[in-house]
């Protein structure tokens, strides 16, 4: 079956502890992205990464890191959690069409819900 | 960056009552794509549009894409109580290098 896994899907952790959550996908897409989801604050991109050994900036940034050695695992690392990195976190892929088509859907893994306390 | 206004933010309807939500871009868009969420799921494509006027349906659910290529509407017609969730509408990650956007959500909540 076609998806996205992320894992866990529950953390609680404390402030300052090294934390990373798990993306993996088996559909050979190219693209894969990161979000958080908080209320009234809609999806927001965090980090993506157009292939392997290619990754950049979403719009918040701040707090995260990423890497992609391997096309089908995207991890999101908190290299130093704090509370206001508590939210619910989606990872998404796609493929990348021909031409840099660039409008295919997104699929999205299940989601991981964050606290840090 | 391009900024994707969703309205409205909420809607509470009786089940059997028709909805309608919209998008609007500060950018011209060559594709529109329509996400609902189930509470505690991921969102999942409900509809694509490539095509300016492209009227889609998918069931009880239709959108189109507007003209002017900065507008789209999603429309869901006799609801029923499993269309609660949000639904999210979104741009292609092409136009801003890479990065993608996504409308802020409309929940809809709907009453037996």
């Known amino acids: 079956e076609a998806q996205v896994t992320q894992n866990p899907r529950y953390l609680i952790t404390v402030t300052g502890k090294k934390l990373t959550v798990t993306c993996s996908q088996n559909m050979n897409h190219e693209y894969m992205s990161w979000y958080r989801q908080d209320p009234g604050l809609g999806l927001r991109q965090i980090y993506y990464s157009m292939n392997v050994e290619v990754t950049d900036k979403g719009d918040v940034p701040e707090g995260y890191k990423v890497s992609r050695k391997e096309k089908r695992n995207f991890p999101l690392i908190l290299e130093s959690p704090s509370p206001n990195q508590t939210s619910l976190y989606f990872c998404?892929?796609?493929?990348?069409?021909?031409?840099?088509?660039?409008?295919?859907?997104?699929?999205f893994g299940n989601g991981t819900r964050l606290t840090v306390t | 960056g391009q900024q994707l206004n969703q309205s409205p933010q909420s809607m509470f309807i009786q089940e059997g009552e028709d909805v309608s939500m919209n998008c609007t871009s500060s950018?011209?868009?060559?594709?529109w794509l329509w996400y609902k969420q189930d509470p505690g799921e991921g969102p999942v494509l409900l509809i694509a549009?490539?095509?300016?006027?492209e009227l889609t349906s998918n069931g009880r659910l239709t959108a189109q894409f507007g003209i002017t290529r900065k507008d789209s509407f999603l429309n869901i017609s006799a609801s029923i109580p499993s269309d609660v969730g949000i639904y999210f509408c979104a741009g292609p990650y092409n136009t801003n290098a890479g990065k993608s956007t996504f409308g802020d959500g409309t929940t809809l909540t709907v009453k037996p």
């Open positions: 950018s011209i868009f060559n594709t």
């Open positions: 549009l490539y095509k300016a006027g």
């Open positions: 998404a892929s796609t493929r990348q069409g021909p031409s840099s088509s660039y409008n295919s859907p997104l699929h």
